[in-house]
């Protein structure tokens, strides 16, 4: 993300268990993860990461995501 908003959509959690995703922001913008529907990120529908070069890693357990 240089700059702007979007969303990165992750695919279902279901059989990948331990697919691992790291999600960058390398630009001024905004980039929302969302979760596959009726999935949820450590409870949350989507997380935010609004700080540029600020990271997000993430893994499945196959019903879900977790961060780590």
């Known amino acids: 993300c240089t700059a702007?908003?979007?969303t990165v959509t992750l695919p279902t959690a279901t059989g990948i268990q331990g697919q691992l995703f790291v999600i960058?922001?390398?630009?001024?913008?905004v980039v929302t993860i969302a979760a596959a529907g009726g999935e949820f990120?450590?409870?949350?529908?989507?997380?935010?990461?609004?700080v540029q070069y600020e990271?997000?890693?993430i893994v499945s357990t196959n019903t879900g995501w977790?961060?780590?």
């Open 4 to 6: 702007n908003t979007f």
């Open 24 to 29: 960058k922001n390398s630009g001024t913008g």
């Open 41 to 50: 990120i450590d409870g949350a529908a989507t997380r935010i990461i609004a």
């Open 55 to 57: 990271s997000l890693t």
């Open 66 to 68: 977790i961060v780590v």
